[in-house]
């Protein structure tokens, strides 16, 4: 009876989606809402990376995140002491996330060819980094791209033996040495 109820409780909680899946979906409904009251009306089929830009444009306005003007007086600091006129903004963390659950919404629902997605257009990605670059300046906080560690090799040595060994093989044996580079 307990396996039953398990198994139940198994299969109810796989057909629900993922947290991930349902802020897909939503993402995903939003932006053909955008389409539909885009001026004159998008067809998906017709919408391009500009289209796209337009749409991340449009999302500021709900934006929660303060990117000082350059003429502000508090632009680059990190923690400003007081209030300012500043806009509020998408932050470039969720434009980023966002972009990335429509550009795999759109190929969930066979959009095309990777080439045709508008959210990986190359323009989308240039647009990204430049809000990147904005808010890190804005806020102060310089955005150094991560270095890659480069991966930790072993080299193996033989060397000779000379055969004094107990068991008199006069074989090589093997000297394995970290190699690090810096």
């Excluded at 947290?19 to 998008?42: A, M």
């Excluded at 647009?127 to 904005?134: A, G, M, P, S």
Aim: glycine share 8%.
């Amino acid at each position: 009876m307990e396996g039953e109820t398990a198994a139940k409780a198994a299969a109810s909680s796989s057909s629900s989606p993922s947290r991930y899946e349902s802020q897909k979906r939503r993402d995903w409904n939003t932006f053909l809402q955008y389409l539909r009251n885009h001026k004159p009306p998008l067809n998906l089929s017709r919408c391009s990376g500009a289209h796209v830009l337009e749409f991340l444009k449009y999302l500021d306005q709900f934006g929660k995140t303060k990117v000082h003007a350059t003429a502000c007086p508090f632009f680059g600091q990190p923690n400003p002491p007081s209030q300012c006129t500043c806009p509020l903004k998408q932050a470039w963390g969720s434009l980023d996330a966002l972009i990335g659950r429509l550009r795999a919404a759109f190929e969930e629902i066979g959009g095309g060819l990777p080439e045709s997605n508008p959210f990986a257009a190359k323009a989308v990605r240039i647009y990204l980094k430049e809000v990147r670059q904005t808010q890190a300046k804005a806020r102060g906080i310089p955005y150094d791209k991560k270095k890659r560690k480069r991966p930790h090799t072993d080299t193996a040595t033989p060397i000779a033996g000379d055969g004094d060994d107990a068991e008199g093989s006069g074989g090589a044996a093997l000297v394995v040495t970290a190699a690090t580079t810096v």
